[in-house]
């Protein structure tokens, strides 16, 4: 139980940071996002898509995900295109109102040069390397590119810039100017943030001048858009933090619970409010005395009334934790006593029905389509599992359907396979998945989340991971393989 005799010490020895909440003025003019939210009225109409919410909130990016899935499984391929680019712009205005815009140009920039690299010029090795452009494809790419310049020039014009960035600077000279040994860490919701904010600090003279040493520190999931850090990359930032090499990191939530830098006396929440308890998990960053605990946020965004119901939320856990400790020793350990059993109870009881529902399913069940253009691309039968995680495909019939491109993000190296590049579907350019070489062999690895699946072409669904999907296929059978494609090479010679 919570030590209670000690609290008062305790509390002496643990100071509470101070505590600053900094609001930034609204725009008073945002020519940048309004272009913006022209184009995707421009593409609500050609998709005929009716919203139920103002572009750039987060009601938004659920209403566009759950109609690119839905669209996907109804074979609408104009429909899921669109819905698809509607988030590229959906992020772009979120980034608009949290970093600089050209961060958010740059993102739709680069979104764009690839899918006109992948879907409009020939590779220039392999001429055939060329997909159908559907008339929606046209549509989107020719509307980017007629307002390319407008969006570039706006978004290089300082006068239109959110204030945000404004109240953060000043918080962050203000912190570092203020004591001789400064190391913070600011909060922000997004990977894509987190490393813009880095690169700006970096760009800015006025805080290299304060003293200033910062870092980007990302989770290394590999569920987003940005390419994760490593287990490796992330200690050696850390460590660079604990020895003062970094004394600014700019984080997710990934550095919110666990990291103790007795060091770091400021903690900077921008713009992001969760839940109580991580917000006490952030604030308890600050492990210095004299420590600092900032929340800089946009006027009328809500940040301020979330973070006012969390320190509500925090005092009644406050109360319940006292009300907890009063209970007899007995009573109490009888009560935990009887809760991990249950979870222990349940948590078998899950696992059962899971392993039941897996091994019920026979694989060739199921069949997988192209999520773009709902070309039918194999079925379950004919995949394989390497190392219990890498479904794979290496039937002559599926290598006719999808060429192998370049991916420059693609240069991971693991254990005994290489990522070579990226496979997709040879009719629309849709991406696949990866070409691997597993100990010599080309293995094309599927991503699920590329495919709708059907069970006995009736229900279909989409899946963002292989383990949602309840079926067990075999594994990789190393030896039958690579005597097939020994065969194959004496054939071809």
């Not at 996907?72 to 429909?79: F, I, L, M, P, S």
Request: with cysteine.
């Amino acid at each position: 139980m919570t030590v209670q005799k000690n609290a008062e010490e305790l509390g002496e020895k643990v100071k509470e940071p101070y505590k600053k909440i900094a609001i930034a003025e609204e725009r008073k003019e945002d020519p940048f996002g309004d272009v913006i939210k022209r184009l995707m009225q421009d593409i609500h109409e050609h998709g005929n898509l009716t919203p139920n919410s103002d572009p750039g909130t987060q009601n938004y990016e659920q209403w566009v995900v759950q109609r690119e899935q839905q669209a996907a499984k109804e074979e609408n391929q104009r429909v899921r295109v669109c819905a698809e680019h509607l988030r590229k712009y959906n992020e772009a205005l979120n980034q608009n109102n949290t970093i600089r815009m050209s961060d958010a140009f740059n993102f739709l920039k680069t979104f764009y040069d690839e899918e006109t690299r992948k879907k409009v010029r020939p590779d220039e090795e392999n001429e055939e390397m060329i997909a159908d452009i559907s008339e929606t494809d046209r549509f989107l790419l020719k509307l980017f590119e007629d307002n390319r310049k407008t969006l570039k020039d706006l978004a290089n014009n300082p006068a239109y810039e959110n204030k945000n960035l404004s109240q953060l600077k000043t918080t962050i000279l203000q912190e570092f100017t203020r004591q001789e040994e400064s190391r913070g860490i600011i909060f922000t919701k997004t990977r894509l943030s987190a490393i813009a904010l880095n690169q700006w600090i970096q760009e800015h003279t006025k805080f290299e001048q304060v003293g200033v040493k910062s870092s980007h520190l990302i989770g290394a999931g590999n569920q987003s858009i940005v390419k994760p850090m490593t287990s490796a990359e992330q200690r050696e930032v850390l460590e660079k933090f604990r020895t003062g090499d970094i004394n600014l990191l700019v984080a997710t939530t990934v550095a919110e619970e666990g990291l103790d830098i007795k060091q770091c006396n400021i903690v900077i929440r921008y713009g992001l409010v969760t839940n109580e308890i991580a917000m006490v998990q952030a604030r308890g960053r600050a492990r210095a005395d004299d420590s600092t605990y900032a929340l800089v946020a946009s006027e009328g965004s809500g940040v301020i009334e979330r973070e006012g119901v969390n320190v509500f939320r925090e005092k009644m856990m406050n109360k319940a934790i006292q009300n907890v400790q009063k209970l007899d020793k007995k009573e109490y350990e009888k009560k935990i006593k009887g809760f991990q059993i249950q979870s222990i109870m349940e948590k078998k009881i899950r696992t059962k029905k899971k392993l039941q529902k897996v091994l019920q399913e026979n694989p060739s069940k199921v069949r997988f389509s192209c999520r773009n253009c709902s070309l039918l691309v194999c079925s379950g039968e004919h995949i394989e599992v390497i190392e219990g995680m890498h479904h794979v495909n290496v039937t002559k019939d599926f290598k006719e359907l999808f060429l192998v491109r370049e991916n420059k993000a693609l240069q991971d190296r693991m254990l005994d396979y290489e990522v070579n590049g990226e496979i997709a579907c040879k009719k629309c350019a849709q991406t696949w998945g990866t070409m691997m070489l597993h100990r010599g062999i080309e293995c094309p690895c599927l991503g699920i989340r590329n495919f709708v699946v059907s069970y006995n072409d009736k229900q279909k669904k989409t899946y963002s991971k292989w383990s949602e999907l309840k079926i067990k296929f075999p594994s990789f059978d190393y030896a039958d393989h690579v005597f097939l494609d020994a065969d194959d090479s004496d054939d071809d010679d």
